[in-house]
C-alpha cells in the first residue's frame, strides 16, 4: 500500500530531476501499482492537502513548493534545470529542497521591476526586501492557488502599504526575507523523506513561533487536525 509520504516523495524527487511532474502512468510504474489504484492515491493525496490537481484530471497542478503551471516565481539552477514557485515563500522552499546554487527571478509585488534572489551556499544573498502574507493561516487551503498568488516579494513595507490600498487586498503581515528563508528551510525540510506528513497544528505553531512569525496572520487554533 502506497502511502501518503512515499508518493508525495515521489512526486518531488521527479519533479527536481525532470523539471515536471511525473503522470498517472510512471507513478503507476514506480510504485508496481495499476493505475486504477495509483489514481485514487492521488485523489486522496490531495484530500490530504498533500498535492493539488487539476479539477478533470488526475494531473499533479500544484505539490508546495512546486508549481506545475507558469508563475511570478521562476527558480533556475546555476548548474541546469528550471522550475516554477507558487510564491515568495515556496519558491525560498524550493531553493532549499534543490540543495543547489539557485537564482529566483521574480516582479516586485508583481507591479514593479523585475528582481533576482540568489542562494549560494546554502545563503541568501539579497536580504533587503520584504514578504507580504495577506491571507490568515487558518484560510490558507480554502483557495490556495489565489492564497499562494498574493504571497509576493516587495520593496519594502511602504510599497505593501501601496499595493494593498491599490487592489483592494488588506494589508497582512510583512516579513524579511532573510527570516522567510530560514523558515522555509525548516517548513520544507522533510518534504523529500518517503516518511513525511503534515505538520500537526502545534508543530507549525512551533515553527511560527521559532521564527517570530507572530499576530492574526499566523494564529492557528487549537485542533489535533494537520496544517
Not at 500500500?1 to 515521489?10: K, P, R, V
Not at 508546495?64 to 507558487?86: C, I, K, M, S, Y
Not at 491599490?166 to 503581515?173: L, Q, R, S
Request: aromatic share 10%.
Amino acid at each position: 500500500m502506497t502511502t501518503h509520504g512515499q508518493l508525495h516523495a515521489a512526486i518531488l524527487q521527479h519533479i527536481i530531476e525532470h523539471g515536471m511532474a511525473p503522470e498517472v502512468g510512471a507513478l503507476s510504474e514506480r510504485f508496481g501499482v495499476p493505475e486504477e489504484r495509483m489514481i485514487p492515491a492521488l485523489h486522496a493525496l490531495a484530500e490530504y492537502h498533500g498535492v493539488v490537481l487539476h479539477p478533470h484530471a488526475p494531473k499533479v497542478w500544484i505539490i508546495h513548493p512546486f508549481a506545475l503551471a507558469p508563475t511570478n516565481f521562476l527558480v533556475r539552477a546555476q548548474d541546469g534545470g528550471e522550475w516554477w514557485g507558487n510564491c515568495a515563500w515556496c519558491s525560498l522552499g524550493a531553493a532549499a529542497l534543490l540543495n543547489r546554487d539557485v537564482t529566483i527571478t521574480t516582479t516586485l509585488g508583481a507591479n514593479r521591476r523585475q528582481v533576482d534572489l540568489h542562494v549560494r551556499d546554502g545563503r541568501l544573498i539579497e536580504t533587503d526586501y520584504v514578504v507580504h502574507f495577506p491571507i490568515p493561516m487558518t484560510q490558507a487551503w480554502d483557495n490556495v492557488v489565489y492564497t499562494c498568488s498574493t504571497m509576493l516579494l516587495f520593496e519594502d513595507e511602504a510599497h505593501v502599504d501601496a499595493w494593498s490600498r491599490a487592489h483592494g487586498i488588506p494589508k497582512g503581515d510583512v516579513q524579511p526575507v532573510s527570516r522567510i528563508w530560514e523558515f522555509a528551510r525548516v517548513w520544507y525540510g522533510n518534504h523529500l523523506n518517503p516518511a513525511w506528513t503534515k505538520w500537526t497544528t502545534d508543530e507549525a505553531r512551533a515553527i511560527f513561533e521559532r521564527f517570530g512569525l507572530t499576530g492574526a496572520i499566523w494564529q492557528l487554533p487549537e485542533s489535533k487536525t494537520r496544517f
